[in-house]
């Protein structure tokens, strides 16, 4: 068969047409569901975001080598398969039927995962096995555990700034979460502090660490830790330059476009942090193990050669 009419051929694209097919079918009312509801409210805007990376990931893993070997060497394992499935299909019952939007985002990650196992195999599974966990990125996090963590953020990110603000000899008191910034009064919101803030700034600093592919899990590992402290400290950030602003110029300058603007230098300042210590990261691995590639590789080169007779 020519290569064109294999490219066409059912065998190419039907397993492609039942996924889309699936996802569109069985997820697009919890779509809608989304958008009308908490998608709207800002704890949990970056769903659709995070949504959206997640079709470009696939879209990027499945150009790379280790996905394309996969692909063509795809042996279709329908146990394993119906392993996944038969839960994800489960949780998508349960979360439809109780109206738990959560089950059922989490139920797509799981079920998108039987879906390959079960039309290409495992292999091709493992290949986009960061791609299945960056879906749970859209996935609304419970109120109850919102509420819990986000508190204690808060506390922590209105102490810093206080005593960083002190130290910078403005006259700053704090009672609880707010901030008392000359005559006015600065509540520290669940936005400026809240748990949504790191689990947006964990998903941008995990795609990252993906994009860049650094062989080491451990160092993956440790950047992804990394990035709880340097979302912590774009937060404080974030709360010291508003009260700053609002001590100079009042309360409107403070609540409108700087209000804004912080939001996305919060974003910025994290991502440089979370570049640079990758970068930091990656010299000291140089210097530990002694390596110069600008010196070292063409050294290594001549080594492996034979000299000519």
Not at 162 to 189: C, K, S, T
Not at 228 to 248: E, G, I, K, S
């Amino acid at each position: 068969m020519p290569p064109a009419a294999a490219a066409l051929s059912p065998k190419t694209w039907a397993p492609w047409t039942l996924l889309g097919a699936t996802v569109l079918i069985v997820w697009t009312p919890t779509f809608i569901d989304l958008y009308r509801t908490v998608w709207r409210v800002d704890p949990h805007s970056q769903g659709p975001m995070a949504l959206v990376l997640a079709v470009w990931l696939f879209w990027h893993k499945l150009r790379q080598p280790r996905a394309r070997a996969a692909l063509a060497r795809a042996v279709p394992q329908p146990a394993w398969g119906w392993a996944w499935l038969l839960p994800g299909w489960l949780m998508v019952v349960i979360g439809r039927s109780q109206g738990l939007l959560a089950f059922e985002m989490a139920a797509l990650a799981v079920c998108a995962t039987g879906l390959t196992v079960l039309l290409w195999g495992g292999g091709l599974a493992r290949a986009l096995g960061f791609c299945y966990l960056f879906l749970l990125f859209s996935v609304p996090l419970p109120g109850v555990l919102v509420d819990a963590l986000t508190q204690p953020m808060k506390i922590a990110v209105s102490w810093t700034a206080e005593h960083w603000l002190h130290a910078a000899g403005l006259a700053v008191a704090r009672d609880g979460v707010i901030l008392h910034v000359g005559p006015y009064q600065l509540l520290v919101a669940d936005a400026c502090a809240g748990l949504h803030s790191l689990f947006t700034l964990e998903a941008f600093g995990l795609l990252y660490l993906n994009v860049v592919h650094h062989p080491s899990a451990l160092r993956n590992g440790l950047m992804a830790v990394f990035i709880v402290p340097v979302a912590f400290a774009a937060n404080t950030l974030r709360v010291m330059l508003l009260a700053w602003v609002t001590l100079t110029w009042g309360d409107a300058a403070g609540q409108g476009l700087v209000h804004d603007f912080s939001g996305l230098l919060l974003f910025a300042v994290a991502l440089l942090l979370i570049v640079a210590a990758d970068a930091l990261a990656r010299q000291i691995a140089r210097l530990w193990t002694g390596v110069d590639a600008s010196r070292s590789a063409p050294r290594a080169l001549r080594c492996r050669h034979a000299p000519l007779p």
